[in-house]
């Protein structure tokens, strides 16, 4: 199953990163994330472990502001880079939430997996079940062809979540402009130096397989040893041996 999920991920993603996005709309300005952050504090913990029962009794409130966000999207021409970013990252952590507690209960958002009618091609990421700026929109979308392919930003690695344990934490406040700097950078830090999602050391690391399936994205200016020590507190040896964990798909809850 890892071999398959692995595979699809190469196959699958990385070309559709090569593509452009056409979400946004003329004439918007950024909209207010404070409904979503007063969400994620009241139904996300500190560790990342996620109430979607409570999302479910918040649903109302969750759905305007998913619909804010569908009327608002980002003007490429006038928005702020920050702005920009904080949007979609939170656009996919929100549309993920509203995506398992439309289907809840379930134990791994993988359960949401439509039937292959073309193998490696059609996963629960490519289902348009939201509309951004009147357009039909996926979560594959955000992340491929806008997040990766617009921002030269690794670190939104860390800041999306899938609805998984493997997956860096939910954040329990949402992004904002203001402080999108030091929010990516602490999700940065918080994700490398997680136990259970990175075993670091001196002379080997046991890292996430996001590091495999996007290593593009983290080795264009050095190694992905240089990278990890941007934020490891442990100072990895070049030289060390480098693997990757287990991914697991269980529901962050």
Not at 64 to 75: G, I, R
Not at 170 to 189: D, I, R, S, Y
Not at 229 to 244: L, T
Request: net charge neutral.
């Amino acid at each position: 199953m890892l071999q398959y999920i692995q595979l699809l991920f190469i196959l699958l993603f990385v070309p559709v990163a090569c593509g452009n996005s056409k979400l946004g709309m003329e004439g918007t300005s950024s909209p207010s994330h404070e409904i979503w952050d007063k969400l994620l504090q009241t139904h996300v913990s500190v560790d990342g472990k996620v109430n979607y029962q409570g999302f479910i009794q918040d649903k109302n409130k969750l759905q305007v502001y998913l619909d804010n966000l569908s009327q608002h999207a980002p003007d490429r021409k006038t928005w702020t880079q920050n702005e920009q970013l904080a949007y979609w990252i939170n656009a996919y952590n929100a549309f993920t939430v509203k995506l398992i507690i439309d289907h809840y209960p379930l134990k791994s958002i993988q359960d949401l997996q439509p039937k292959l009618n073309i193998p490696l091609v059609n996963t629960v990421w490519n289902l348009e079940f939201f509309e951004i700026g009147g357009k039909k929109a996926s979560l594959d979308e955000i992340e491929h062809k806008i997040l990766r392919k617009e921002f030269d930003e690794p670190r939104i690695h860390f800041a999306i979540n899938c609805a998984s344990f493997s997956c860096p934490k939910l954040l329990n406040e949402a992004f904002m402009p203001a402080k999108l700097e030091k929010q990516l950078q602490a999700t940065a830090v918080d994700f490398i130096n997680d136990p259970k999602r990175n075993k670091i050391s001196a002379n080997a690391v046991e890292i996430s397989q996001i590091f495999s399936w996007f290593k593009g994205d983290f080795t264009k200016n050095g190694s992905i040893i240089d990278y990890l020590n941007q934020y490891s507190a442990i100072k990895i040896n070049p030289k060390a041996k480098v693997s990757h964990l287990s991914y697991d798909w269980s529901l962050n809850e």
